[in-house]
């Protein structure tokens, strides 16, 4: 395994509130990382600035040892590189589910309609959305629409897959549909990071978790560990009060 | 009030034994306020009908005639007061504020139907305004020539329906508010030729259009589409038969015919259109 | 009234009550209304001044000589309108791009696009007509580039353009910025992202709005008669003065009325439409 994303000393500000103070974080080539923490730590702040949806005030981020976290780089590459899934899905409204998926596609890597009809159909039948690529996003639930999302994350053949608390937004028995995708994209050796709320998921699936606390990973480590026995008093104090 | 008709009575009784053969007293009641004459004009009026937009000198054709008439009726000159209308104003129905109203208004069978005229008190002839360049470009005084130009006029005027009778060019003419507008037309080459009544016309030929000419005129008495200018009232209003009484009078004694030959200028050397 | 009727139809008990409740208000409404009516058939008449405003308003006669000339006058407002209405369209969504450019070199055009609209919005727009109708002809266009349908449009065009600019681009600040986010996070570039992403959800969104910005210009199209042409407005002005009598007006106003009951209640509809899609 070589490193595929290594982050240090990454430091992001909005005004006078440094959201991340300095990061330390190196994902393994097919490892899943969650990141974990109290609401306002910085989870999101972090995941926005791999994506370079966020410019980074200072430190590294090398993908595949390269620093995509120097500033006047043009981000859209990198983007295309590192797919992202919201809390919230952020599909386009206006589009079917099967539009929404080809447009990256078909705009960033020139590919046409007719190229991209057999691996997208595939793509919804793998998660068993076949028979919903026509329809426009209000028309499906929440667990199809995030996992349409998903779909269209994974249709510009990312190298990376963030994923934002992409379960929050959903009512309970919608929640393991979605995670039942991120098991199956774990099984093909998809690397990804993951903000999560769902501790007993991070527990059963993460290669790696990180808890982050006021802008600084406090802890990492295997789950077993972060969940069994934290070396820090905080990310006890948190554990206890989430699970 | 006995004071008012008591000084009313005493004007009328000096208008009347100051104007043998008048028709003082034929107004009596029949004005909206005793004594008191009510003429209505434009806002702006018009050069050479009043000049300097100011009526109560008694300076411009209008402005005279209003008060040779209001004499022969028997009101002293500050008897007479003035207020002003636009054309909407005159004809709409209701309550009129004046006792008769002078802004050369056409005689027309469609308008009489709704309003009262007085007999004509001026025959306009028609005039063809237009600018040096046009005419450099060869137009001339005929209907021939005429039909080939954009034609404009002032939409509220009998000029508008005399182009289609007359003339019946061959493009549609184009229609404006007032004469202002019609010369901006016409100095911004939008249109060739405009159709005025001649003293109108001369005037913005003279003084308002740069480069202005005359091109040719449709003479007063002709028969096709006269156009007579008429002293416009409520419709049965019972002054009419005084106003026509005292027009007539001063058409007799030739008092009209002089005002005419003072206060517009001669149409002497326009070109008649054949 | 008997209630067992209508739920033995096979309707819930909810649904027959509301056609109960349905039937009933329309009844009032349909008494009401006709009350009123009668009220105003009734009692208008007999204003001592009815049979005067009768007489100048509601002419039969001048009515049926005058119509026709109306309908054709209103050929040319349909004229007007038709090539004025792409035109702002197109204008309208320039001068919203314009404003919204964000690269330092193009500063200029957003500069423009701001001072663009500021004006002409600041304008009356029967000024933009006189000026842009009489001045730019004045300058010695020769003729046919010098009539006053093209420059009357073009003012027309300038001003409404300024209007449909801004509810366009407040239309674009009405998307949410995760949906560009969205678009950024999969690589698109900006150009893209307004094209396919935010453009067609703020115009749809601002739809209903510039549907009313184009029945307010079927009706300023009759500001353009102030410059020459003769539609409606102006036949019917033409008329009045011929005839000394407002008929023709009112027989325009129905015309109008004609065009824009019926626009004006599609842009309603699609107003309402809108509102239950975002509920
Ligand atoms: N665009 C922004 N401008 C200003 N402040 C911001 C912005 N985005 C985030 N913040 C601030 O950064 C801090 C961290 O926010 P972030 O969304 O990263 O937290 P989080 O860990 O994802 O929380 P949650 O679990 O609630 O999603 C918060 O205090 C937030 O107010
Ligand atoms: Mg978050």
Request: net charge negative; glycine share 8%.
């Amino acid at each position: 395994m070589s490193a595929k994303l290594v982050l240090s000393g990454v430091r992001k500000r909005f005004g006078d509130n440094e959201v991340c103070k300095g990061i330390d974080l190196t994902v393994q080539e097919g490892q899943m990382v969650c990141l974990i923490g109290a609401s306002g730590s910085g989870k999101s702040t972090l995941l926005r600035c791999i994506n370079l949806l966020e410019p980074v005030d200072d430190g590294t981020i090398l993908l595949d040892g390269r620093d995509i976290a120097e500033p006047g780089l043009d981000p859209q590459p990198v983007r295309a590189r590192i797919g992202m899934v919201f809390q919230s899905y952020n599909l386009f409204p206006h589009m079917t589910a099967a539009e929404n998926v080809m447009l990256a596609p078909r705009r960033v890597h020139g590919r046409s309609r007719s190229d991209l009809q057999a691996p997208v159909t595939a793509l919804f039948e793998r998660f068993n959305l076949g028979d919903r690529m026509g329809h426009y996003p209000d028309q499906l639930s929440g667990g199809q629409q995030q996992r349409v999302a998903i779909i269209r994350a994974l249709a510009m053949q990312p190298e990376i897959m963030l994923f934002d608390e992409i379960t929050s937004a959903l009512d309970p028995e919608l929640v393991g549909e979605v995670l039942d995708v991120l098991r199956s994209l774990r099984a093909e050796g998809m690397t990804m990071i993951l903000a999560t709320h769902e501790m007993a998921f991070a527990q059963e699936v993460a290669d790696k978790v990180c808890f982050l606390d006021k802008g600084r990973i406090l802890e990492e480590g295997p789950p077993e560990t972060i969940f069994g026995a934290p070396r820090e008093a905080r990310t006890a104090a948190f554990l206890s009060r989430v699970l | 009030m006995r004071i008012a008709v008591t000084s009313a009575l005493v004007a009328t009784m000096m208008a009347s034994t100051a104007m043998a053969g008048g028709h003082a007293g034929c107004a009596d009641g029949k004005t909206l306020e005793e004594g008191v004459l009510t003429i209505a004009t434009g806002n702006p009026a018009y050069y050479p009908w009043v000049l300097d937009d100011a009526p109560e000198s008694g300076e411009g054709f209008e402005a005279a005639v209003a008060y040779a008439v209001a004499a022969e009726m028997g009101f002293e000159a500050d008897a007479v007061k003035w207020v002003r209308t636009s054309f909407d104003e005159a004809i709409q129905p209701g309550a009129k504020d004046f006792d008769f109203n002078m802004q050369q208004y056409s005689i027309t069978p469609e308008r009489e139907m709704m309003i009262d005229f007085s007999e004509p008190y001026y025959s306009s002839a028609m005039a063809v305004l237009t600018t040096g360049a046009v005419v450099d470009g060869g137009a001339e005084a005929t209907i021939a020539s005429l039909k080939g130009l954009k034609w404009g006029a002032v939409a509220t005027t009998t000029a508008v329906p005399m182009i289609a009778g007359l003339i019946a060019p061959d493009s549609d003419p184009l229609l404006y508010g007032d004469n202002t507008d019609v010369t901006a037309a016409l100095q911004a080459g939008q249109i060739d030729a405009a159709l005025f009544d001649l003293p109108t016309a001369l005037y913005l030929s003279a003084v308002v259009v740069e480069n202005g000419a005359i091109l040719g005129q449709f003479p007063a008495d002709r028969s096709e589409a006269p156009d007579q200018f008429g002293l416009l009232m409520e419709d049965g209003n019972a002054l009419k038969e005084c106003v026509d009484g005292a027009l007539a009078a001063l058409k007799d004694s030739g008092a009209l015919a002089e005002l005419e030959a003072q206060w517009l200028q001669q149409a002497t050397g326009v070109p008649v259109i054949e | 009234m008997s209630g067992s009727e209508t739920t033995a139809g096979g309707l819930s008990r909810r649904a027959a009550y509301e056609a109960r409740q349905r039937k009933r208000a329309m009844r009032v409404a349909a008494g009401s209304t006709a009350a009123v009516v009668l009220a105003l058939v009734l009692l208008v008449p007999l204003a001592p001044g009815w049979e005067k405003v009768q007489r100048s308003f509601f002419n039969g006669e001048v009515f049926a000589k005058t119509f026709p000339g109306l309908l054709e006058a209103f050929l040319t407002n349909i004229y007007i309108f038709a090539w004025c209405a792409p035109l702002i369209a197109v204008l309208g969504l320039v001068i919203a791009l314009c404003r919204d450019v964000r690269a330092p070199a193009l500063y200029p055009l957003r500069l423009f696009g701001a001072i663009y609209t500021d004006v002409f919005r600041g304008l009356p727009v029967i000024l933009v007509i006189y000026l842009v109708g009489f001045g730019i002809p004045g300058l010695g266009l020769p003729r046919p580039w010098n009539s006053p349908y093209i420059w009357g449009s073009l003012a027309l065009i300038l001003v409404y353009a300024a209007y449909v600019a801004e509810i366009i681009r407040s239309g674009i600040d009405s998307i949410h910025g995760s949906q560009r986010a969205a678009a950024a996070s999969l690589g698109l570039n900006e150009k893209d992202t307004m094209r396919f992403v935010v453009l067609p959800q703020a115009i749809r969104n601002v739809a209903p709005a510039n549907m009313n910005m184009f029945i307010a210009l079927q009706k300023d199209v009759a500001l353009l008669s102030f410059i020459g042409p003769v539609e409606i407005f102006r036949q019917a002005g033409v008329y009045k003065s011929l005839m000394a009598n407002f008929t023709p007006y009112v027989g325009a106003a129905l015309i109008f009325l004609a065009v824009t009951i019926p626009a004006t209640r599609y842009a309603d509809y699609l107003m309402q439409k809108q509102r239950r899609a975002r509920t």
